[in-house]
């Protein structure tokens, strides 16, 4: 059975226990809003488990995704260690890169036996890597193939399946290439899409430039919209405010945020009373991090897995606060890695008064 999260007004953190160590019988997750209607981009090497709990933390209803996992990988690769999950990180969603559609429909079979609310497949990194394997932003070039691959999927699990891609491919702007590929996709089964409003650049451009050179062009998500206003479209790519989160979600079904959740994840305490009419988030940044502690410990036990690797995901807790890159530095010391995270937990706590301290004199 699925772990609840403590009700409004409760002062507790959630029970790290309860790993998904075994494969869960599809639960349908009931909302009153859509649920796309806030979620957290998959991101490589940031959106893992780790970060996914942190993030549960500080948003009870936000949905949350994987970082892209190679479907082959899952098959061939150790299923356990691509697919493991904290129980209380539901709802969740499993992103897929891959173009075959017999080991697509394979690996969504097996998320979902996981225990996933659904399976997104990358038609949106333009990465290098992933061109080689023609997967990714490159597969927008053969939307009747990716039709092929998510009949495969929807044919091969009961939760939904879901499409993240890009409204163009290199400096291509027309709009009826992505109204295309939306209609022909569609046709498959799929039904909702998280469009990057802007176009994927597969030649000349490193990643990260094509998170930011190419413009961003909102009104063909916009557009998009109109045009199919029974599907669920939610919009992608330089949102960091509430007020452009807000704007965005007067048009489109949902909002898709990436680097500014990770770097300021303070920002999602605020999202369950503003997006989904919830209580405000009850837990102090303290109790956060004394959180994020106690399952650095519990996840040592378990799994051996270094306190270094899940602190840094939370680095940004105290984004903008006195004292916050001194308690930043102290996570991040090597030289403390041979201490005990508690340790670490109270070194960093006073390296931050100290600053604050010396502020306050200097003020007087």
């Known amino acids: 059975m699925r772990a609840l999260l403590p009700q409004a007004g409760e002062r507790h953190c959630v029970d790290a226990h309860r790993l998904v160590d075994t494969p869960l019988e599809p639960t349908q997750i009931t909302t009153p809003h859509s649920p796309w ?6 991101m490589m090497d940031w959106t893992d488990r780790h970060c996914r709990y942190l993030h549960r933390l500080l948003s009870r209803h936000v949905l949350l995704y994987t970082e892209m996992v190679n479907a082959g990988a ?6 356990e260690r691509h697919l493991r999950f904290n129980a209380e990180e539901h709802p969740v969603a499993l992103q897929l890169g ?3 559609p017999a080991t697509l429909a394979r690996s969504a079979h097996l998320g979902a036996q ?19 394997g023609a997967f990714g932003a490159s597969l927008m070039k053969e939307p009747q193939h990716v039709a092929d691959c998510i009949k495969a999927m ?3 699990v009961q939760v939904p399946v879901t499409v993240k891609h890009r409204i163009g491919i290199d400096r291509d702007e027309s709009y009826g290439f992505v109204r295309d590929f939306i209609g022909t996709v569609h046709a498959a089964g799929c039904s909702v899409f998280i469009v990057h409003a802007r176009n994927a650049w597969l030649q000349g451009l490193s990643p990260k430039e094509n998170r ?3 413009p961003l062009r909102y009104d063909v998500v916009h557009q998009l919209k109109r045009d199919f206003p029974d599907l669920t479209i ?5 949102l960091n405010t509430d007020v452009a989160v807000q704007e965005q979600l007067a048009h489109l079904d949902g909002v898709m945020v990436g680097r500014e959740a990770y770097h300021n994840p303070w920002w999602l305490t605020g999202w369950d009373a503003l997006y989904y009419g919830g209580a405000p988030n009850p837990l102090t940044r303290d109790e956060v991090e004394a959180a994020m502690v106690e399952y650095m410990e519990r996840e040592a036990a378990a799994y051996g897995t270094h306190w270094y690797a899940i602190a840094r995901h939370m680095l940004g807790l105290r ?10 530095q102290v996570w991040s010391d090597h030289h403390l890695k041979d201490c005990p995270p508690r340790e670490v937990m109270a070194l960093a706590h006073a390296a931050q008064v100290e600053v604050q301290e010396r502020r306050e004199a200097a003020s007087h």
């Not at 899952?74 to 299923?79: A, K, Q, V």
């Not at 984004?319 to 930043?328: E, N, Q, Y």
């Open 154 to 156: 929807v044919d091969a």
């Open 319 to 328: 984004h903008g606060l006195p004292g916050a890159r001194r308690w930043r």
């Open 114 to 132: 996981w225990g996933y609310d659904e399976i997104n497949l990358n038609c949106g990194c333009p990465s290098d890597r992933v061109q080689r």
């Open 37 to 42: 209607r806030m979620s957290i981009a998959p």
């Open 74 to 79: 899952i098959i061939h690769g150790g299923t």
């Open 234 to 238: 939610a919009i992608n790519g330089g």
């Open 212 to 214: 930011e050179v190419p």
């Open 98 to 100: 891959g173009n075959d």
